[in-house]
Structure formats: structure tokens, C-alpha cells
């Protein structure tokens, strides 16, 4: 079975500050897309950041960047200069040839003023 | 553009009744899904629909059905609600397979 480990139910970082939010998969197919989305407390999930498998070059947007490992099957998430609207639940997810999307289960970021 | 937009925002239902959740997308994609959220975990895909006229299992889909209706409408029907449906559900679209999955602002639905 496919899955999407995120051993970090909570998290906090001080505004300004740096926080990395760790996600680990299990996956024996070598083409695949890898996602963070963020859901704030309105439920709006919300795309962050997208890494495609093929690509060794770690993606980044803006103040959000991602620690891709194939080998280690891992994809972290770091946040650079923390804000408040930061503070939400941060997802990684996983999608492969199925189309389904794979979600761990979350970790819950505050961000500290 | 309203994206994704799905109705009603919440429900309450007994044991044993039926109701449909109506998702619509305006972005033209091919795909479109359905999952649900329960506390503490992830979203978990229901059903899914690869382009008009086809449907497919997801990982939970015992309880459900769908209907992709046109291009922009994918409906998920509880025929007989039970309470282990109490769940908060989202839809989503998108194209291909590893292009980015737009969701909705979800259902809240309570099974009483």
C-alpha cells in the first residue's frame, strides 16, 4: 500500500523565524508528483508547493521550499520568514499513475507572535 | 471565476436517509474527485471521475455514489447515511495526472 507519513502531529515557530515540516512516503513506482497543500481553520485547502519526481531540482515559491530525497523517500517542507497566516494544517500529499491523491495526516502548524 | 464550488456547506441527516452533494468546476478541467476528511486525518478519495463519462473507486467508496453529470458536475449520493458517514467532504478538479488538484470549500455532514 501506498502511504504518506508525516510524524510531526504539531509544530510551532516564532514569527520570522524558519520552521521544517517533515513527510515521508512508501512508493515502489519511480514516475510520481509529490504536494504540500495547506488548509487553514476555513477548510480551504490550498495548494503550497508542487515537486515532480523526475526532478532532482527542489521547488520552490516564495518564502516556501521543499527538501526532496527520492532515495530517502522524503519531502520536506521549509518555511522562511514565518508569518502569522502561516499557522494552519500543513498536508503533504503523494499522487501516482491512479490519479489519487495519497494524504498524510498532518501536521499542525502555529505560529507564535 | 468561482473554481470549484460545492452545495450545501452543511447538513444534518438522520440514520437511514439519502442526500446528494452537488460539486461544480469552472475551470474546464477533464477530472474531477471526491473525498472525505475525518478528525485527524487526511482526505481520503471516495470516487473519481478521469473525464466525462467514466467513474472509478476510490479508497472508501462503500456507502457512495456518483454521477458525473457534464464536463463541470460530479454529484456523490449517500443512499442510506449512516453515522460513520459524519465526515467533512471535499471535491476537487483537475487535468492531468500530476497537475495540481483544485478543492472546494467542502460539506460538513452530520449523521445523527
Known amino acids: 500500500a501506498q502511504t504518506v507519513t508525516q510524524s510531526q502531529p504539531e509544530m510551532s515557530v516564532q514569527e520570522a523565524e524558519t520552521v521544517t515540516l517533515s513527510c515521508t512516503y512508501d512508493t515502489s513506482e519511480s514516475d510520481y508528483y509529490l504536494f504540500w497543500y495547506k488548509q487553514p481553520p476555513s477548510r480551504q485547502m490550498i495548494l503550497v508547493i508542487r515537486?515532480?519526481?523526475?526532478?532532482?531540482q527542489n521547488a520552490t515559491e516564495n518564502r516556501f521550499s521543499v527538501n526532496f530525497q527520492k532515495a530517502a523517500k522524503s519531502f520536506s517542507l521549509k518555511i522562511s520568514d514565518s508569518q502569522l497566516g502561516d499557522a494552519a494544517m500543513y498536508f503533504c500529499a503523494y499522487i501516482r499513475s491512479a490519479r489519487q491523491l495519497t494524504f498524510g495526516s498532518g501536521t499542525q502548524l502555529t505560529v507564535l507572535p | 471565476n468561482a473554481g470549484v464550488t460545492q452545495t450545501p456547506k452543511f447538513q444534518v441527516l438522520k440514520t437511514g436517509q439519502s442526500m446528494t452533494l452537488q460539486c461544480a468546476q469552472d475551470?474546464?478541467?477533464?477530472?474531477m474527485y471526491w473525498y472525505r476528511q475525518d478528525p485527524g486525518m487526511g482526505l481520503r478519495l471516495i470516487y473519481y471521475s478521469a473525464s466525462e463519462g467514466t467513474t472509478d473507486k476510490g479508497e472508501v467508496p462503500n456507502g457512495y455514489n456518483v454521477s458525473r453529470l457534464n464536463k463541470r458536475e460530479f454529484s456523490l449520493r449517500l443512499e442510506s447515511a449512516a453515522p460513520s458517514q459524519t465526515s467533512v467532504y471535499f471535491c476537487?478538479?483537475?487535468?492531468?495526472?500530476?497537475?495540481?488538484?483544485?478543492f472546494g470549500p467542502g460539506t460538513r455532514l452530520l449523521v445523527l
Open positions: 476537487a478538479s483537475g487535468n492531468a495526472r500530476g497537475e495540481t488538484q483544485y
Open positions: 475551470m474546464n478541467h477533464n477530472s
Open positions: 515537486q515532480e519526481a523526475y526532478k532532482q
